[in-house]
Each structure stands twice: as structure tokens, then as C-alpha cells.
């Protein structure tokens, strides 16, 4: 008898974790996606990350691109040193910003630490 009552308790339990329903189906369409550039230095977009640490959450890598989902993302990346300089770190630093859909921004290292703006 308890394992017939156990087993409606999981479902209901599973049931209630509030899984998020997003998807990266989703990240195929400008409309539903925020897309974030990655700059260089002098303003360019590099390639993704070229090379470098990028933590970001559900996302799709896109002809140059990278689609994210809307509401607040915290965006790790560790950004190049200047010429000359050395990269020392004990953590990755990141950025939190709250992206819209159907908007594109860019991200560019000031001063070492990444930071993010519209396009």
C-alpha cells in the first residue's frame, strides 16, 4: 500500500518544481530572442568568445550572433588584456542585464570588466 501512495506524490512533486518552459526552439526566431555581439577592443565584432571564457545561459550560437533568451542574464567573460598586459584572475567577472526580445546589444571589455548596451 505505501508504494502505490508514493507514487502520486513524485508526479505531483515533479509536476510542481516550476520547470522553466523555456526552450531553445525559441532562440531560432529574431522576434523571440534577445542577440547579443561581442566587441573587440576597437569597437569590432569578434568572433564568439574568440577563444575566450563565455559563461552564458540557454543560448544558440548564430551567424555571428548569440541568441538568448529575454528577461535578466548574467553574462560571465573574461575579457583580453591590453597589449603588453597579463590576464590575472581569481573568478571570471560578469555582467547581469535584463534583455528584451527582438533587440540587439553588444558587449565591449572597459576597463577590463564586460559591459553591455543596446545597439
Known amino acids: 500500500m505505501k508504494s502505490l501512495v508514493l507514487v502520486p506524490l513524485i508526479l505531483v512533486t515533479a509536476a510542481c518544481t516550476g520547470i522553466d518552459a523555456k526552450t531553445n526552439y525559441d532562440l531560432q ?5 534577445a542577440r547579443l555581439t561581442v566587441l ?6 569578434i568572433p564568439i568568445a574568440a577563444g575566450k571564457y563565455l559563461a552564458l545561459p540557454g543560448l544558440v550560437l548564430s551567424r555571428g550572433q ?3 533568451h529575454p528577461g535578466k542574464q548574467r553574462i560571465g567573460y573574461i575579457c583580453p588584456p591590453k597589449p603588453g598586459g597579463m590576464e590575472v584572475l581569481d573568478v571570471a567577472p560578469s555582467v547581469i542585464y535584463e534583455f528584451k526580445a527582438g533587440q540587439q ?5 572597459i576597463d577590463g ?3 553591455i548596451r543596446p545597439m
Open 29 to 33: 526566431w529574431d522576434a523571440k530572442t
Open 40 to 45: 573587440d577592443e576597437l569597437g569590432k565584432p
Open 113 to 115: 570588466f564586460p559591459h
Open 66 to 68: 548569440i541568441r538568448l
Open 105 to 109: 546589444y553588444e558587449m565591449a571589455c
